[in-house]
């Protein structure tokens, strides 16, 4: 990885899982079961893309505000969503980020309601971190509301679940991993972008590069669940072709899901290079999600 880009990414982290730690309810508040099953999950670690995503849009151009809170409420979403992706009745995985899944250390009811309570408190943190600028709480809110619905990230769950086991359709594929996947990745980049106060011609090009980011990430996953090990993965591996799963390697096999992610990092390249401002760094960033390892 380049020198400046892990350092820089090092940093975002460092400040993400400050917040994390700052912004959460405290472990022993009543309930604490359920208070520390929610820190337990989101201080598991992890590759933070989704706030550095966030952070980086941020500093595209001159930022009106701090977007830690922000950072810290998009990956709540992001965690509660894998708690129940890791659940007997969805995925069925006792290990995520190298370490029991929060309803493995804990219990199932426990690690549902958890993420029932992340999901909610990212929206509960937009609104008091930034409640004395509205128009930014607004976008920030409605972005992270709009992208994590039933017609787009739980919806890309339903139907990916649906699709278990059915012949292969290139639509519904990319259906799913539009939903499923690239919907977040966008809300990361709208919601730093927002701190900008862009033009509506900002917001288009960050949304385009987010589409094609998001469908590039998601096909890496699909190679890496197919060609690597679960101590390198810190997950199980192997979960999709056992599930009968719809995934590009399904579909194109490993050489052809290479060019689907090349092609598709591409384009969300030249629309950040379209997009301009402190841009080298999420190109660079970009271009790292694409050769990343696990």
Request: proline share 4%; glycine share 6%; with cysteine.
């Amino acid at each position: 990885m380049n020198p400046v880009l892990k350092e820089k990414l090092d940093e975002y982290r460092t400040r993400v899982e400050s917040g994390i730690d700052q912004l959460l309810p405290a472990a022993d508040a009543r309930p604490a079961k359920l208070h520390a099953a929610m820190r337990y999950s989101m201080k598991a670690g992890g590759k933070r893309i989704r706030p550095a995503l966030l952070f980086a849009a941020s500093e595209l151009f001159h930022s009106k505000a701090d977007p830690v809170a922000a950072a810290v409420a998009i990956e709540c979403l992001h965690t509660y969503t894998l708690i129940h992706d890791d659940l007997p009745s969805i995925d069925n995985s006792d290990l995520r980020r190298g370490r029991p899944s929060c309803h493995a250390q804990f219990d199932e009811a426990t690690a549902v309601l958890a993420g029932d309570a992340l999901l909610t408190y990212s929206f509960q943190l937009l609104a008091r971190a930034y409640g004395d600028q509205p128009t930014l709480a607004t976008r920030l809110i409605g972005e992270l509301a709009d992208a994590s619905g039933s017609e787009r990230l739980i919806g890309g769950q339903q139907e990916d679940i649906d699709n278990e086991g059915k012949p292969l359709d290139a639509d519904t594929l990319r259906y799913i991993h539009e939903n499923k996947t690239a919907a977040l990745l966008t809300a990361a980049l709208k919601m730093g972008l927002f701190f900008c106060e862009p033009s509506p011609t900002q917001i288009q090009l960050v949304q385009e590069a987010g589409y094609h980011l998001g469908l590039a990430f998601q096909i890496v996953d699909d190679i890496l669940d197919a060609t690597s090990d679960p101590e390198t993965m810190g997950k199980p591996v192997g979960n999709d072709a056992a599930a009968d799963k719809s995934t590009y390697v399904a579909l194109h096999g490993i050489e052809g899901a290479h060019l689907e992610a090349k092609r598709h990092t591409e384009a969300a390249i030249t629309a950040l290079e379209q997009l301009g401002g402190e841009n080298k760094l999420l190109i660079e960033l970009v271009r790292e999600l694409e050769t990343r390892i696990h």
